[in-house]
């Protein structure tokens, strides 16, 4: 990489309160890292080794998906026979699967990237894919990349942990612990791996219930999550849950864990716990509603009537509604909420995390402004990583999108940038794979 001067912009800083730059300039080292953000006029006189004319296009962080999977597209899928699956699950664990698999992380990787989603977290991988992929993209950032090799920011949290019969059990790759000291040794199993944070799973899901009202069933101990936090805290480790009930969310504060995916209604005694959690690593607890994989449009009429089809439609409006429900008191008591869409699930794919905004949006009374917030600088917070990625500022990594109209205006505008940088990689022609009837 070399220095780079992007002029000519209506730059949005991904602050709250800032006010857009107008006729802005961003200056980026040969390290990837933002040198200059400001006016054009004032912006230091110096030769730059390349220039790119933005020709008045908006530029703003590069969106943060806190909550994602990427063993999978998000394509529209149809209910295959067991045998089949089992097959399928065979198949990942010879290596000609492996390869395959590590093929189909690169992709959807890419893909958030060409969408404008610079930084990513993976809530659960399969054999450690998004370290691998991590490494490799922090390894290629430092070169010259080629277009396939710009990945975006990876927080990894390895494979899951959850108890038996839980959540994700039946997945072909997840540690399964079903007492407190099992739970420690599936933390540190899961650590020596070089992880980022740890992903555990307290209640089960919609994605493997068999019956109506099975989704959310508490799966976990009050000790067994506290277990794993503490020895995950004891390393500098943020812990996230899959949760999806009342009960579930009562255990996981209780227990300690810094951030709970997808949620569920939250009752009043529950939200000073939230605000200051004692056994939080940062002595506060985060909600990730994840409300596209649950609002999905017209399910119904999407998928077959079959019994199974029957029990997912169901479950996932029983834990939706519960999950808005979480959502707007969240936002009416000043919980932090961070913005995933759990990409991966059918027909929530790794491109429209802007959906996710417009969920929100539609359930609240948040500006774009606000929104754009939670999804770059917010979100950065909620990860731990804001000293690094989030807003535009001198000293942070050169992760923006830039985009044709203004998206304090539409939000359906952070749909297909113009340009997406990402480390300080420039993507001129960022382009992604469109599934249909999603």
Same mark, same amino acid.
């Given at each position: ?19 857009? +730059?107008?006729? *802005?300039?961003? &200056?980026?080292?040969?390290? %990837?890292?933002?040198? $200059? ?117 990876? +927080?990894?949290? *390895?494979?899951? &942990?959850?108890?038996?019969? %839980?959540?994700?059990? $039946? ?268």
């Amino acid at each position: 990489m070399s220095i780079t001067l992007y002029k000519n912009a209506h730059i949005i800083q991904g602050n709250q309160h800032a006010s857009m +730059i107008e006729n *802005g300039a961003i &200056i980026v080292d040969e390290k %990837g890292v933002i040198m $200059y953000v400001g006016a054009t006029s004032n912006m230091p006189e110096d030769s730059y080794d390349k220039v790119i004319e933005l020709n008045n296009a908006y530029v703003m962080p590069g969106l943060i998906n806190t909550h994602a999977h990427y063993f999978n597209s998000g394509k529209p899928m149809n209910n295959f026979p067991e045998a089949l699956v089992r097959l399928s699950e065979w198949f990942l664990t010879t290596w000609i699967g492996k390869i395959y698999l590590k093929n189909v992380y690169r992709r959807n990787y890419r893909t958030a990237v060409n969408a404008g989603i610079t930084t990513v977290r993976d809530t659960g991988s399969f054999y450690y894919n998004d370290i691998s992929c991590r490494d490799y993209y922090i390894k290629k950032s430092k070169k010259k990349p080629r277009k396939r090799q710009i990945g975006p920011r990876i +927080i990894a949290c *390895g494979r899951m &942990i959850t108890a038996t019969g %839980g959540h994700g059990y $039946y997945f072909p790759d997840r540690r399964v612990a079903d007492n407190p000291w099992d739970d420690r040794k599936a933390v540190r199993e899961t650590i020596i791996h070089e992880v980022d944070q740890i992903k555990i799973c307290n209640t089960e899901g919609v994605s493997d219930a068999t019956f109506i009202g099975e989704a959310g069933k508490v799966s976990m101990t009050v000790e067994e999550i506290a277990a794993a936090c503490s020895d995950a805290h004891s390393r500098n480790k943020l812990v996230a849950t899959h949760c999806e009930s009342t009960e579930g969310l009562v255990r996981a504060l209780l227990g300690g864990v810094d951030t709970i995916e997808h949620g569920a209604e939250i009752p009043p005694e529950m939200i000073p716990l939230f605000l200051h959690n004692p056994l939080a690593l940062r002595g506060y607890t985060c909600l990730v509603p994840t409300l596209s994989a649950f609002f999905i449009p017209d399910l119904e009429h999407k998928l077959k009537p079959t019994e199974a089809n029957h029990v997912i439609i169901e479950n996932t409006k029983i834990i939706g509604e519960s999950i808005k429900a979480g959502f707007i008191t969240a936002l009416k008591n000043a919980i932090p909420i961070g913005v995933g869409n759990d990409a991966s699930v059918p027909r929530v794919t790794h491109y429209d995390l802007y959906k996710e905004l417009l969920y929100m949006q539609k359930f609240s009374n948040l500006t774009n402004q606000a929104l754009i917030h939670m999804a770059t600088a917010g979100n950065a917070q909620i990860l731990d990583v804001a000293q690094i990625t989030g807003s535009l500022e001198v000293g942070k990594s050169a992760d923006f999108m830039v985009l044709d109209h203004n998206p304090l205006e539409d939000l359906h505008h952070l749909y297909k940038p113009r340009h997406v940088v990402a480390r300080g990689n420039f993507i001129k022609k960022p382009k992604f794979k469109v599934y249909k009837k999603v």
